[in-house]
């Protein structure tokens, strides 16, 4: 049996003779650095309940609370965004070459129970941590009805 032999490329290592071509060859090896984390961001999430209220707490660190909405429609709580990167990777004249924060557009969306009382959602963010309480309504105690 006869076996096709691959054919491969070959590579070339170009001479790294200056700074700046050693600037270009870091350059081209981080390349992607940006685009790797452009769009895959996804903040955590917690939800606590306790006897008188659901909490949840999403970490967006490194956002300002402009940078987020928070929705609710049909009884579904939404909280959605954008982590942009500053200053497209250059701030006081440095260039990054490796970033492993992420950044991108978000959206994370929570059903909540029937027992959620939607008009007393209340929301405060600090220190880069979103908490949101959401109370739960009093349960309504039985009454007895007569008949005639």
């Given at each position: 049996?006869?076996?096709k032999?691959?054919?491969?490329?070959?590579?070339?290592?170009?001479?790294?003779n200056?700074?700046?071509?050693?600037s270009?060859?870091?350059?081209?090896?981080?390349?992607?650095?940006?685009?790797?984390?452009?769009?895959?961001?996804?903040?955590?999430m917690?939800?606590?309940?306790?006897?008188?209220?659901?909490?949840?707490?999403?970490?967006?660190?490194?956002?300002?609370?402009?940078?987020?909405?928070?929705?609710?429609?049909?009884?579904?709580?939404?909280?959605?965004?954008?982590?942009?990167?500053?200053?497209?990777?250059?701030?006081?004249?440095?260039?990054?070459?490796?970033?492993?924060?992420r950044?991108?557009?978000f959206?994370?969306?929570?059903?909540?129970?029937?027992?959620?009382?939607?008009?007393?959602i209340?929301?405060?963010?600090?220190?880069?941590?979103l908490?949101?309480?959401?109370?739960?309504?009093?349960?309504?105690?039985?009454?007895?009805?007569?008949?005639?």
């Amino acid at each position: 049996m006869l076996m096709k032999r691959e054919t491969r490329p070959t590579l070339t290592r170009q001479r790294l003779n200056s700074p700046l071509s050693l600037s270009n060859w870091l350059d081209d090896i981080f390349e992607d650095a940006f685009n790797w984390t452009e769009g895959t961001f996804v903040p955590d999430m917690n939800v606590y309940e306790t006897a008188k209220q659901f909490e949840v707490t999403v970490e967006l660190p490194g956002m300002d609370k402009n940078d987020f909405d928070i929705s609710l429609n049909d009884n579904v709580l939404t909280i959605s965004g954008e982590r942009r990167i500053k200053d497209q990777g250059k701030e006081n004249g440095r260039k990054y070459h490796r970033v492993e924060s992420r950044f991108g557009k978000f959206s994370r969306s929570l059903p909540l129970p029937n027992v959620a009382d939607t008009d007393k959602i209340e929301a405060a963010y600090e220190n880069g941590v979103l908490a949101i309480t959401i109370p739960k309504l009093k349960e309504k105690t039985g009454r007895k009805i007569k008949i005639k």
